[in-house]
Each structure stands twice: as C-alpha cells, then as structure tokens.
T-cell receptor
Framework: SQQGEEDPQALSIQEGENATMNCSYK?????LQWYRQNSGRGLVHLIL?????REKHSGRLRVTLDTSKKSSSLLITASRAADTASYFC??????????????FGKGTKLSVIP | GAGVSQTPSNKVTEKGKYVELRCDPI?????LYWYRQSLGQGPEFLIY????????DSGLPNDRFFAVRPEGSVSTLKIQRTERGDSAVYLC?????????????FGPGTRLTVL
C-alpha cells in the first residue's frame, strides 16, 4: 500500500522558476527520501532526511520535514528543462524481520518548459 | 563501479505462462529489494533479502510470486501462471544496509507485459 501522497500530482513551470512538491505520510518513520524517475524506469536517489532533522540542502534541492504534521517538501530552485521527471517521496520505517523497505507515494510529475 | 542491472529490460508473455526476472545488485551490497510499479503509481515493496535469505516477503501479492538469491548476490523473481494484472515495471534495488539509513540504488527495471 502507498504510505505517502505527493501534492500536486502534476506541476508545470518555466525554466528558471522554483518548483515545490509536498509529501504527506501516515506512520512513524526512520527517514524520508526523495527520488527522481525519468520515463517510468529507474529511480535516482536525490536526498535523505532523517526523522530528527528538519531541513537539508543538496545543491539546488532543499528538503524540509515536519514529523508533527507527517509532511515533507522538496524545493528545486532555478529549475532546468533537465529536471523534467516524476518525483517520489519514500518513507523508511523498520518493518520487522530486519526489513527497511521504502514506502513510496504516487509521485509528482514535473514539467519544466524551456 | 557498475550499478544495479536487470534483465530483460522488457518481457512480453501470454497469460498463464511462467516468467523469470533477474537482478544483479551492486557488488558487495548485502541487502536486495524487489518492488513493483504499476502505471501512474509509485513503486510497491515485494520482498527483501539480507544475504541469501528472504527476510521479509510480506509484499508478495500471492503464492504465484517467488524470489530467490541463492548465493547472496544475483536474485531472480519468478512469477507462475502470469495474469494480465501482473503487468508492471519490476524494480530491483540494493544497498549496503547499515541500520536502515543506507541509500537504496535502483536498477532500470523490467517492464513486464502479460497479454
């Protein structure tokens, strides 16, 4: 089952603008991660934020986490056409039997128009 | 080094047939995960291996699905009596797995189409 819900489902912006995607989840987590997926195939890990962290930066990416609201946001600054992709948040919680499976949301489809 | 590889990249089969999907993880990664992604959805967990053993198979939808990792490296996902609803992209991921904070590296996936 899907744990998270990304919002919006689709986002279209002009190159150079900032893109903000939100994610809400349901249960306690160990960490939350954001992935990018091009053309419905392999996922690329972007950034991980631990449950005791509130904000993290990596290049043009900024992630925030609010565990009290069970929500996270991903900000991509100065977007480029190459950022066009689907973005997924994934939560990681200990599920027993030593398994740290990722639970993904449905994703936000970002289109950056040149 | 090489990333996670999966073969075949595409597989078309007929309803009722048996299929095997292969995953080659990153060398040295002890943890291996299989996920399934349907159109318009995020990936959903199927099974997790730590070494050779399937430590968590709670995501397998039914007993037609089975996976092995006999030598703790390559894994094969096996689907018996395929159904049209099995059509999806099957993704494999591996990680070094240290306390749940390691990044999972995904392969390009196998797109399975059941006619």
């Amino acid at each position: 089952s899907q744990q998270g819900e990304e919002d919006p489902q689709a986002l279209s912006i002009q190159e150079g603008e900032n893109a903000t995607m939100n994610c809400s989840y349901k249960t306690s987590i160990n960490n939350l991660q954001w992935y990018r997926q091009n053309s419905g195939r392999g996922l690329v890990h972007l950034i991980l934020i631990r449950s005791n962290e509130r904000e993290k930066h990596s290049g043009r990416l900024r992630v925030t986490l609010d565990t009290s609201k069970k929500s996270s946001s991903l900000l991509i600054t100065a977007s480029r056409a190459a950022d066009t992709a689907s973005y997924f948040c994934a939560t990681r919680a200990y599920s027993g039997a030593g398994s740290y499976q990722l639970t993904f949301g449905k994703g936000t489809k970002l289109s950056v128009i040149p | 080094g090489a990333g996670v590889s999966q073969t075949p990249s595409n597989k078309v089969t007929e309803k009722g047939k048996y299929v095997e999907l292969r995953c080659d993880p990153i060398s040295g990664h002890t943890a291996l995960y299989w996920y399934r992604q349907s159109l318009g959805q995020g990936p959903e967990f199927l099974i997790y291996f730590q070494g050779t053993g399937a430590a968590d198979d709670s995501g397998l939808p039914n007993d037609r699905f089975f996976a092995v990792r006999p030598e703790g490296s390559v894994s094969t996902l096996k689907i018996q009596r395929t159904e049209r609803g099995d059509s999806a992209v099957y993704l494999c991921a591996s990680s070094r797995e240290r306390g749940g904070v390691d990044t999972q590296y995904f392969g390009p996936g196998t797109r399975l189409t059941v006619l």
